[in-house]
Nanobody, 114 residues
Framework: VQLVESGGGLVQPGGSLRLSCVAS????????MSWYRQAPGKEREFVAIITRIATITNYADSVKGRFTISRDNAKNTVYLQMNSLKPEDTAVYYC????????WGQGTQVTVSS
């Protein structure tokens, strides 16, 4: 199992970013995928999840209405579109597969600051 996140960066409050995660080593199109984040000094927290054919999505209350999770099974990639970013969204973002809870990528840093 390999998960490689990208797309993070520094953005001003109110801005947008799109994160990507390329997965390999398992049957990506058959499994749900999720995003988590970990802010400095805090525990890792759930952000969003998407079912294998994208029929169902679910979000943490803190990002609902601002973030959108999607996937492209042909590319083994899951995305996180983040709009209306706030300073409290600053964190390292990770993708994960619920079926492999011990596997994490290196994460991608998102910093929201003016």
């Amino acid at each position: 199992v390999q998960l490689v996140e990208s797309g993070g960066g520094l953005v001003q409050p109110g801005g947008s970013l799109r994160l990507s995660c390329v997965a390999s080593g398992f049957a990506f199109s058959s499994l749900a995928m999720s995003w988590y984040r970990q802010a400095p000094g805090k525990e890792r927290e759930f952000v969003a999840i998407i079912t294998r054919i994208a029929t169902i999505t679910n979000y943490a209350d803190s990002v609902k209405g601002r973030f959108t999770i999607s996937r492209d099974n042909a590319k083994n990639t899951v995305y996180l579109q983040m709009n209306s970013l706030k300073p409290e969204d600053t964190a390292v973002y990770y993708c994960a597969c619920p079926n492999f809870p011990n596997y994490w990528g290196q994460g991608t840093q998102v910093t929201v600051s003016s």
